[in-house]
């Protein structure tokens, strides 16, 4: 696997091991080997295509909540740019997700995306320790600000490891 496949595995890994409920975490593995074990598995499962497009589909919804929250006021979480970058980047991994496994299901893999993102809007912890909460009530703050450069973030990342060309600045001068 590519540094790059594994950093971005990595990090979809973190951000899936961070959605796991705290309850299962308390019990989780207790073991180096265990542990080591589970992180493998969770790598395994992010770097899934089915697993890779429904987090393509959460941050992209996570993103346009950004947007929509602030339109309209000085402070803005996304601009318009930001946000066509986001829509064409999310376009971009479901085409290339598309491509290698033809199978997958983006209408069902949509509809999960928007289930559970309405379940992360209605959770406490959730909207308390993300700052989703600042973007849900439209309150600009330095926390919401993280919350939507991560969902920007992830699908630029996600992006440049399945289009390695768009990382590249074109000579224009």
Avoid at 63 to 72: H, I, L
Avoid at 114 to 119: D, I, K, S, T, Y
Wanted: include cysteine; glycine fraction near 6%.
């Amino acid at each position: 696997m590519s540094y790059r496949l594994g950093h971005a595995a990595l990090i979809s890994a973190v951000a899936l091991a961070a959605s796991i409920n705290f309850a299962s975490a308390q019990f989780g593995p207790s073991t180096a080997e265990e542990k080591q074990r589970a992180l493998e598995e969770m790598l395994a499962e992010a770097a899934k295509p089915t697993t890779m497009l429904l987090d393509a589909y959460r941050n992209y919804l996570a993103a346009r909540q950004c947007f929509d929250s602030r339109t309209g006021f000085a402070l803005v979480y996304l601009t318009a740019q930001q946000m066509e970058e986001a829509k064409a980047q999310v376009k971009g991994i479901e085409a290339a997700l598309l491509q290698k496994e033809p199978s997958l299901a983006t209408d069902e893999r949509w509809e999960t995306a928007n289930r559970e993102e309405a379940a992360a809007n209605d959770d406490i912890a959730e909207l308390v320790y993300t700052g989703r909460g600042n973007v849900k009530e439209l309150t600009y703050t330095e926390q919401g600000r993280r919350f939507c450069a991560i969902a920007v973030g992830w699908l630029r990342e996600r992006y440049g490891d399945l289009y390695p060309d768009s990382r590249t600045v074109k000579k224009d001068f």
